[in-house]
């Protein structure tokens, strides 16, 4: 059965992360993604661990696509991608500001040959200003978009970078989301245009509700660090590490009982929400405190029974085999004639009549060179004599 977005074909002109995982869920949903690699590839092909020249990153940012490899700075290169333009939906790209333009396909000459085609930039900074003309990486966004100041340690006051790239995904999910409400659109006025998104803007609002919100109203604004004052929600047990949240009286009141300490739920410093609240790292310490008096499964049990949030803190490796994770069938194999079984995460959205999936692994570079050229016309010697001539280049998988 087809994906929700069976029909669509996204020309995908990004590399890294948040330009490839974007165009990778409007693959799983069914779009036919044509990712457009120069000769060198996605420099994301060689990071992480590899096997037979398959990168595990590159792959997680990239399945569900098709390859093509083409030397742009080539005439016929550029034609190559001018031709596959005219019958595009989407054009991705996330390119520094002009390099798209410098490159032959900028907005105006691909609205010629498409003139409803959705066309989407995504830039670190955004086209203009002091930061626009520099490079930029998660690390950088994390820095200047306050969410090192969140991670600052409490005793040191030093902050940290979250270890995982945050900004880099939230602006994929940010891009599929506003990719689509462009194709909406089209459907409804038959028109395209461009859509234009900075990782910087994306956190900045991202991060607002919650860590940011105490800047809300300018006439009484507050310190916005003030709300990740105290300890943190990870608590170590007697064998392990877990984390419980009490948000409403009732919780409190379930936490307290699991402590067998119910006084506290008289004592005036955690009577109401606001005051806890207030109180946060007092609370807290106590909580510390008590939870370390417990084993891991008891006190989980208990505080399960009380109808308190709380979990285990899995490592990585034991997230594959959580009971929950396992019914929710988040976890898939599927096998690779290349690279044998390959493990991956479904698609996080379920759709009843249109179901989005995993359609392939990531495409070795330029696996699909002449299946797509010859959708554009190209005949076999054609197609041949583009690859002698080094316009078109493939990757083939590596012994062991």
């Known amino acids: 059965m087809p994906g929700p977005l069976d029909g669509i074909r996204v020309l995908d002109l990004t590399t890294m992360v948040s330009g490839p995982v974007a ?9 036919d993604v044509i990712k457009i690699e120069a000769p060198a590839g996605d420099i994301m092909r060689q990071y992480g661990v590899v096997h037979r020249g398959m990168s595990a990153t590159f792959l997680s940012c990239n399945r569900s696509k098709r390859s093509l490899c083409v030397d742009l700075k080539t005439a016929e290169g550029l034609a190559m991608v ?15 500001p ?30 203009s200003g002091p930061y626009a003309h520099q490079r930029v990486y998660d690390s950088v966004i994390q820095a200047l978009c306050g969410l090192c100041d969140i991670q600052t340690d409490n005793e040191t006051g030093r ?22 409400a462009a194709l909406f659109a089209r459907e409804r006025t038959g028109k395209g245009q461009h859509v234009r998104l900075a990782m910087l803007d994306t956190m900045v609002a991202y991060l607002w ?13 507050q310190d916005p660090a003030q709300e990740q004052a105290g300890p943190d929600l990870i608590f170590r047990t007697a064998d392990g590490y877990i984390t419980a949240a009490a948000v409403t009286d009732a919780e409190w009141a379930g936490m307290c009982r699991a402590f067998g300490r ?12 606001a005051a806890r609240g207030h109180n946060r790292t007092e609370r807290r310490t106590i909580m510390n405190r008590e939870i370390a008096r417990w084993p891991t499964a008891e006190i989980l049990a208990r505080l399960d029974r009380e109808v308190v949030p709380a979990a285990p803190v899995l490592k990585r490796a034991e997230v594959i085999a959580d ?3 396992v019914e929710n069938g988040i976890i898939e194999v599927r096998e690779d004639p290349d690279l044998g079984p390959v493990r991956q995460p479904r698609p996080a959205a379920r759709f009843t009549e249109t179901p989005a999936e995993i359609r392939s692994v990531a495409p070795w570079l330029g696996a699909d060179n002449a299946a797509i050229l010859e959708e554009l016309g ?8 583009l690859a002698e001539d080094r316009v078109v280049h493939r990757q083939e998988p590596q012994d062991g």
């Open 262 to 273: 119910e006084e506290l739920t008289l004592d005036p410093r955690f009577k109401t929400a």
């Open 98 to 127: 002009d390099a798209i333009e410098r490159m032959g396909l900028g907005e105006d000459i691909v609205r010629e040959l498409k003139p409803d085609i959705v066309f989407v930039s995504i830039s670190g900074f955004g086209e």
């Open 378 to 385: 190209y005949d076999e010697a054609a197609i041949a004599r």
């Open 323 to 325: 009971p929950q994770v």
């Open 209 to 221: 509700p919650e860590a940011s919100s105490p800047l809300t109203f300018l006439d009484s604004e």
């Open 23 to 31: 165009t990778m869920m409007l693959a799983d949903q069914g779009a």
């Open 82 to 96: 001018r031709k596959l333009a005219k019958a595009a939906d989407v054009l991705v790209q996330n390119f520094r």
């Open 159 to 180: 902050p940290h970078m979250v270890r995982t790239i945050v900004p880099d995904k939230t602006t994929s999910l940010t891009a599929a989301q506003a990719i689509t």
